[in-house]
């Protein structure tokens, strides 16, 4: 069964976002879009950061399984490297400090285990139950089931 969990998005992000990193330039190039100094300059090292950011989530979606998402990964890490780079042509600069965080968070909520660390709670838990449990999103209070609740007084 598909679960989406923080490491899920996290791979979707590192696969897009690195995605999009590695091929900015050849876009840009084509297409006359700005580049910066270190895609101008010296590609190599936008292209290898790229790469690595592409080859963790690939590898993470390869170790989930298509029965637990894994297809669904690179496709919404392809829609996400469409969109980040056909529309918003912002692969070249800012991927360059978001595929490096995105790709250790994901190797560390992932590889925690394996390496004799501590699980990390905040891996396997959804997007909002982790805001829940910072204190960022509110819990629902929903009333025990079978109970009504009384009508609120009205205002006059």
């Known amino acids: 069964m598909f679960v989406m969990d923080n490491l899920f998005l996290l791979a979707v992000a590192a696969f897009g976002w690195g995605l999009s990193l590695a ?5 840009a190039r084509s297409n ?4 910066g100094a ?10 290898l950061v790229g790469l690595g950011g592409l080859a963790a989530g ?3 979606a390869t170790a989930r399984g298509a029965e637990d998402g894994g297809w669904i990964i690179i496709a919404f890490g ?5 969109v980040w780079t056909g529309f918003l042509r912002v692969g070249s600069q800012i991927g360059l400090f978001l595929v490096p965080i995105v790709t250790f968070l994901l190797l560390l ?5 394996p390496l004799g660390l501590q699980e990390r709670r905040w891996a396997t838990e959804r997007p909002a139950e982790t805001l829940q449990r910072r204190g960022i999103l509110k819990s629902p209070e929903l009333p025990a089931p079978g109970t009504v609740e009384p009508a609120a007084p ?3």
């Open 38 to 47: 270190l895609q101008a300059d010296l590609p190599i090292v936008p292209v």
């Open 154 to 156: 009205s205002q006059r």
């Open 32 to 35: 006359g879009w700005p580049m």
């Open 23 to 27: 091929t900015y330039r050849l876009f």
């Open 109 to 113: 909520g992932w590889l925690a285990v």
């Open 78 to 82: 392809l829609v996400l490297a469409a």
């Open 58 to 60: 690939l590898l993470f």
